[in-house]
């Protein structure tokens, strides 16, 4: 079985600050907006990308499972899937994170809430998994893991729900990269907040945690037309944003983002210091940076679509410049591309329909490919022949999406591709075959 060590919460602040404050300097970027304290970054061109996937009932093993592509275009195997690897379980698969090192890829199931692990460093064409964390809601009481957000030797997960009333009221959940829990911080249900979670991002150098703010599993795990059509659901879902001081771990102010605010990216350009978070209910894009006089503020500074037809915007991936935004619309099918020159006034440049429903949005390093996936819960993706399941790679060239590639999911039998992350051999003789430390401790 799986141990998990006892830190006090003291303690485990104590270890969390030391670690952050002996980090290095914020990195500013890497391809796909993951945590600044992530090494290893692909600057060149990348080889793989993992597909986090569905499982779908009679569709192959019918397990959620962890998808390579090869997207090298020097390669033989180019826009072909080249490894699954199944977790023999179907789980509600949703996001990922890599460890600080990147030798590890964390997944998690907002259905069974469980948390799997699988090393990517070994070989990173075949990613093997390592571990299973099954008991998060006894340890914690949060319920569907999110979020898995790299610190220094640490993952700090973000979750959706509890064990309580499966709401969305909730908390992060911080590990060490064993896989050990050391310690549980609740999300602030005083001054304002509303308790929701979603997703976690950090700006080291003015010590802050921001977190967003989602809903709970029995919305997600509700058909969505059913969710529209109840009022009272439609109540259930976040309309915060919460500032925490990262070394202490602590609240320190709760910003009213109304209709639900779900990825969170900070500026990538060095010395800049805001973040650009989407509504998924209000269509818009709000900004988040200090004022003038030293305090922190929320401010809508854009409109995505028309919000009257409810595009839903869901994913999004700012540019390493930090002058650009991909904005994803599950509804309407379209990528769309803000100029983010002046934050304080993004303006729409470019869109396209990427398929007949989209979700998660990953661009290269340099800006130059773009991989766009279908799938945004099992319940909530379209019906019938729009229920379109793939993973798509485009070539950008500042003025155009060109296709390049694509993966149908369905007709490969592998299921709802999700989320993405990307991958190169270099990590191989980066990390060599050494095998990383536990065995696999599945829940039976």
Same mark, same amino acid.
């Given at each position: 079985?799986?141990?998990?060590?006892?830190?006090?919460?003291?303690?485990?602040?104590?270890?969390?600050?030391?670690?952050?404050?002996?980090?290095? !300097?914020?990195?500013?970027?890497?391809?796909?907006?993951?945590?600044?304290?992530?090494?290893?970054?692909?600057?060149?061109?990348?080889?793989?990308?993992?597909?986090?996937?569905?499982?779908?009932? /009679?569709?192959?093993?019918?397990?959620?499972?962890?998808?390579t592509?090869?997207?090298?275009?020097?390669?033989?195997?180019?826009?072909?899937?080249?490894?699954?690897?199944?977790?023999?379980?179907?789980?509600?698969?949703?996001?990922?994170?890599?460890?600080?090192?990147?030798?590890?890829?964390?997944?998690?199931? %907002?259905?069974?809430?469980? #948390?799997?692990?699988?090393?990517?460093?070994?070989?990173?064409?075949?990613?093997?998994? &390592?571990?299973?964390?099954?008991?998060? !809601?006894?340890?914690?009481?949060?319920?569907? !893991?999110?979020?898995?957000?790299?610190?220094?030797?640490?993952?700090?997960?973000?979750?959706?729900?509890?064990?309580?009333?499966?709401g969305?009221?909730?908390?992060?959940?911080?590990?060490?990269?064993?896989?050990?829990?050391?310690?549980?911080?609740?999300?602030?249900?005083?001054?304002?907040?509303?308790?929701?979670?979603?997703?976690?991002?950090?700006?080291?150098?003015?010590?802050? %945690?921001?977190?967003?703010?989602?809903?709970?599993?029995?919305?997600?795990?509700?058909?969505?037309?059913?969710?529209?059509?109840?009022?009272?659901?439609?109540?259930?879902?976040?309309?915060?944003?919460?500032?925490?001081?990262?070394?202490?771990?602590?609240?320190?102010k709760?910003?009213?983002?109304?209709?639900?605010?779900?990825? #969170?990216?900070?500026?990538?350009?060095?010395?800049?210091?805001?973040?650009?978070?989407?509504?998924?209910?209000?269509s *818009? #894009?709000? %900004?988040?940076?200090?004022?003038?006089?030293?305090?922190?503020?929320?401010k809508?500074?854009?409109?995505?679509?028309d919000?009257?037809?409810?595009?839903?915007?869901?994913?999004?991936?700012?540019?390493?410049? /930090?002058k650009? %935004?991909?904005?994803?619309?599950?509804?309407?099918g379209?990528?769309?591309?803000?100029?983010?020159?002046?934050?304080?006034? !993004?303006?729409?440049?470019?869109?396209?329909?990427?398929?007949?429903?989209?979700?998660?949005?990953?661009?290269?390093?340099?800006?130059k490919?773009?991989?766009?996936?279908?799938?945004?819960?099992?319940?909530?993706?379209? *019906?019938? &022949?729009?229920?379109?399941?793939?993973?798509?790679?485009?070539?950008?060239?500042?003025?155009?999406?060109?296709?390049?590639?694509?993966?149908?999911?369905?007709?490969?039998?592998?299921?709802?591709?999700?989320?993405?992350?990307?991958?190169?051999?270099?990590?191989?003789?980066?990390?060599?075959?050494?095998?990383?430390?536990?065995?696999?401790?599945?829940?039976?």
């Amino acid at each position: 079985m799986l141990r998990l060590s006892r830190v006090p919460r003291s303690l485990a602040t104590a270890l969390l600050a030391a670690a952050l404050l002996g980090a290095g !300097p914020y990195a500013g970027a890497d391809e796909t907006c993951n945590s600044p304290y992530i090494g290893n970054l692909i600057k060149g061109q990348e080889d793989y990308v993992y597909v986090w996937t569905l499982g779908v009932q /009679g569709l192959g093993d019918g397990s959620d499972k962890l998808v390579t592509i090869d997207v090298n275009p020097a390669s033989k195997k180019y826009g072909k899937a080249i490894h699954s690897i199944s977790v023999g379980a179907r789980g509600e698969a949703h996001h990922m994170g890599f460890t600080d090192d990147r030798r590890h890829l964390w997944a998690g199931g %907002l259905s069974n809430s469980r #948390i799997y692990v699988f090393d990517v460093g070994s070989n990173p064409a075949k990613p093997k998994l &390592t571990k299973v964390i099954a008991d998060l !809601p006894e340890r914690t009481g949060y319920a569907g !893991p999110h979020t898995f957000y790299a610190l220094p030797g640490r993952m700090l997960v973000g979750t959706l729900s509890n064990t309580r009333d499966k709401g969305g009221v909730t908390g992060l959940a911080l590990f060490n990269n064993k896989g050990d829990l050391i310690s549980k911080y609740d999300l602030p249900t005083d001054n304002g907040g509303d308790g929701y979670g979603y997703d976690i991002g950090i700006n080291p150098r003015k010590n802050l %945690l921001l977190t967003s703010s989602f809903t709970g599993f029995n919305n997600y795990m509700r058909d969505l037309g059913e969710v529209v059509a109840d009022a009272e659901a439609m109540k259930k879902f976040g309309n915060t944003m919460v500032l925490w001081d990262l070394k202490a771990m602590k609240p320190k102010k709760v910003l009213s983002v109304p209709g639900a605010p779900l990825e #969170i990216r900070w500026s990538l350009r060095e010395g800049e210091n805001w973040a650009v978070v989407a509504t998924a209910l209000t269509s *818009k #894009i709000w %900004l988040i940076r200090e004022g003038a006089n030293g305090e922190w503020e929320a401010k809508d500074v854009a409109t995505i679509g028309d919000p009257a037809k409810i595009p839903l915007p869901v994913d999004i991936s700012i540019s390493r410049d /930090g002058k650009g %935004l991909w904005v994803n619309t599950f509804m309407d099918g379209k990528t769309r591309y803000f100029d983010l020159s002046n934050p304080e006034a !993004p303006k729409q440049t470019y869109e396209k329909v990427t398929g007949k429903q989209v979700n998660m949005v990953s661009q290269s390093w340099d800006g130059k490919r773009v991989y766009v996936t279908s799938s945004l819960l099992e319940k909530w993706d379209k *019906k019938g &022949t729009d229920n379109e399941q793939f993973l798509r790679a485009f070539n950008w060239d500042g003025k155009e999406l060109r296709p390049a590639f694509e993966v149908d999911f369905t007709k490969e039998k592998l299921g709802r591709a999700h989320h993405m992350k990307l991958g190169s051999k270099s990590l191989k003789s980066a990390f060599g075959d050494a095998e990383p430390p536990g065995e696999i401790a599945a829940a039976r």
